[in-house]
């Protein structure tokens, strides 16, 4: 598809968007003389591909193609970015988010710290698939050295469907970055009006326009009317600047498996994933992080060998606190707290370059 023809598409996308996505984008936020006037923050857009740069086949398909549109196509089809920001774009990869992987969040990583460092950026926004986002978010969150707007956006449906909610998104995500008050709140994920917390947020319906939530905490603040609303004040976890990991000298992290806990679970694929290689096992456990007997025991007896296990749940809400149903401390596990299991597997990763003690660990888990 030319650029032409894909800009046109993405235009009828807009026209149908709700009122109050139309208003913020025809109402920009440099439309004043005087704030026509000020200088434009340098946002870098830095873009890996999803559904938002994805095209849809023939009317009549479900599915549709991810990353098949370059960051350009992207900047050029919203046209009132340049009302709010200076914008550069740069393409890391271009790949459906189920495809994400630790090199190219290492190599992400790393890029963000490289633009950040620079006093020609202020902030930068990355343009990303809906399926790993949070991932993607709370990793960033934890190594990214900057208390810059980093700010991930994506999209539910494609750039060529009818109704595409990426204009939208991404200029709210550049518009929430160009925003003083973005600044040393850690990584934040715009989607749908609605800005959330990299640690917090979930994705939480398989095709929901509205799929992005913080069941915990809720948002942090919103998009409405062309205005930002913030609530909360910064994280209370730490993250960013605030961090102990960093990546610039790592080329892999350890590996960290997930496994499903469930009725009449078998402890066989706990024991062929250290067979294969996992340094540690997180456990999407039954109620409050639990799981067989048969299950505990072996976790036991590995966790005294030096792997590193961590007790999640695979409910959508709710912590899995310390000693609750399990003795962790006379097993030598980690409870997982609010984190999900996507999440507590990243930070049993970063934690892993530094110690397999599980009490340092835990003490990370409260800490992030």
């Known amino acids: 598809m030319s650029t032409f023809s894909f800009m046109k598409t993405f235009n009828i996308g807009l026209r149908v968007l709700p009122f109050a996505m ?3 984008l025809l109402h920009s936020p440099g439309a004043s003389a005087a704030e026509a006037a000020k200088a434009k923050p340098r946002i870098r857009i830095l873009a890996t591909g999803g559904t938002i740069a ?17 960051v350009e196509d992207l900047i050029t089809a919203v046209p009132a970015l340049k009302d709010i920001a200076d914008i550069s774009g740069e393409q890391i990869v271009n790949i459906g988010s189920q495809d994400m992987n630790d090199q190219v969040w290492l190599k992400l990583a790393k890029r963000v710290n490289e633009v950040l460092k620079s006093k020609d950026t202020d902030a930068v926004v990355i343009t990303h698939g809906t399926d790993t986002m949070e991932e993607t978010a709370y990793f960033l969150n934890l ?14 449906r494609p750039a060529t469907a009818v109704g595409a909610d990426g204009p939208a998104n991404l200029y709210e995500g550049v518009y929430v970055a160009a925003d003083p ?8 994920v715009v989607m749908n009006d609605e800005i ?11 095709i929901s326009l509205n799929t992005f939530a913080s069941p915990e905490r809720g948002p942090i603040g919103r998009v409405v009317y062309g205005r930002i609303v913030w609530g909360a004040g910064s994280p209370e976890k730490r993250n960013t600047t605030h961090s102990e990991f960093a990546v610039d000298k790592l080329d892999k992290l350890p590996r960290v498996d997930i496994l499903y806990a469930h009725a009449n679970m078998s402890p066989d694929l706990i024991e062929a994933a250290v067979r294969s290689g996992a340094k540690g096992v997180v456990i999407a456990g039954v ?5 067989t007997q048969e299950a505990l025991a072996i976790l036991e007896k590995l966790a005294k060998k030096g792997t590193l296990i961590i ?8 912590p899995v606190l310390r000693n609750s149903e399990v003795d962790d401390d006379k097993a030598g596990f980690v409870a997982s707290g609010e984190l999900n299991p996507g999440k507590a597997r990243i930070l049993a990763q970063l934690a892993l370059t530094k110690t397999n003690d599980p009490r340092k660990v835990q003490e990370m888990f409260y800490t992030y």
Request: aromatic share 4%.
């Open 287 to 291: 109620g409050d992080g639990n799981m």
């Open 54 to 70: 994805g095209s849809q086949g023939s009317k009549d398909e479900y599915g549709y193609k991810a990353g098949t549109f370059k």
């Open 143 to 156: 190594v990214v050295k900057s208390d810059k707007p980093v700010v991930l956006v994506g999209s539910m």
């Open 196 to 206: 959330h917390s990299a640690r917090d947020v979930e994705k939480m319906n398989t």
């Open 22 to 24: 139309c208003a913020l």
């Open 311 to 318: 007790r999640s749940t695979r409910l959508a809400t709710g």
């Open 181 to 188: 008050k973005a600044a040393k709140r850690g990584v934040l």
